[in-house]
């Protein structure tokens, strides 16, 4: 095994303004170093888990966790993009008429049915292009045991998001269930809360972005796989694709 994937994402799919992934790319050897950086630093501070708001409060002792080398590769939707676009499949099942039990429950039906049907969308479409462009980013040319993702339990069903990396052809997967036994995840938890904190402007977020985050993120220039990678990049606007210029 030569690297491990390590992903959280901050946001919802399905509400707020922006969805966000964090991948961490590490090798196994230098894992080790950031288990033990990030085991003594959790130590030190009494956190039983990692998260981004308690690395905030005690920035000045978790961010030399950031002195191990890996790099980051970050991707972004925006769940206002998804809703606003028109699906064929949500509009057929908007016209079927359901009667038992009068107007109000086949409200709610159909609203059940409409929520559950957009959630099998995004993540089949939107989740699996953040999954696809992280692999291009992360491991093109790569044979498929040269690489491990390792993913915290995400707002799927764990099979479901199995299924989906499997599409892309990512077949060594390990769903957490605890990230606070994964240091791989919390690191990964707490660069993603950086980035969307970033975006939505939040205060005293910039140092921590530029003097832990900016570094270690993987081919910024790139023209094929800029990082971050904005997913569906030609339905921003011109005043949203302004505030991407933050990370430069």
């Known amino acids: 095994m030569k690297y491990l994937i390590f992903s959280d994402e901050s946001g919802k799919w399905n509400e707020g303004n922006y ?12 894992y080790n170093f950031l288990r033990k950086e990030v085991l003594f630093a959790k ?19 978790f961010k030399n966790i950031f002195n191990v080398d890996f790099s980051i590769f970050i991707t972004i939707s925006r769940p206002a993009h998804f809703q606003s676009r028109n699906y064929k499949i949500i509009s057929e099942i908007e016209k ?23 959630n099998e969308i995004f993540f089949n479409y939107f989740e699996k292009t953040h999954i696809e462009n992280s692999k ?25 998001w199995i299924n989906i990396a499997k599409e892309c052809n990512i077949h060594n997967i390990d769903i ?3 990230s606070a036994s994964n240091p791989g995840i919390e690191v990964a938890d707490v660069i993603s809360g950086c980035v ?28 094929t796989f800029p990082n971050p990678n904005i997913i569906f990049y030609n339905d921003y606007t011109p005043e949203e694709k302004e505030q991407m210029d933050i990370f430069r």
């Not at 140092?207 to 220039?221: A, G, Q």
Request: glycine letters at 4%.
């Open 196 to 223: 969307k904190d970033l975006l939505e402007k939040k205060k005293a977020i910039n140092e921590i972005y530029n003097e832990c985050i900016k570094p270690k993120m993987l081919d910024m220039t790139s023209k």
């Open 19 to 30: 969805y966000v992934r964090a991948w961490v790319k590490i090798t196994p050897e230098k």
């Open 176 to 178: 957490t269930k605890a």
């Open 43 to 61: 130590h030190e501070t009494k956190v039983k888990e990692l998260k981004w708001e308690q690395f905030k409060k005690n920035y000045q002792i």
């Open 136 to 160: 291009k980013a992360l491991v093109s040319g790569e044979s498929d045991g040269d690489y491990k993702y390792l993913i915290d339990s995400p707002q799927y069903l764990d099979k479901g």
């Open 96 to 118: 079927v008429p359901v009667s038992t039990g009068g107007q109000d429950l086949t409200d709610k039906i159909k609203k059940k049915i409409v929520n559950s049907a957009k």
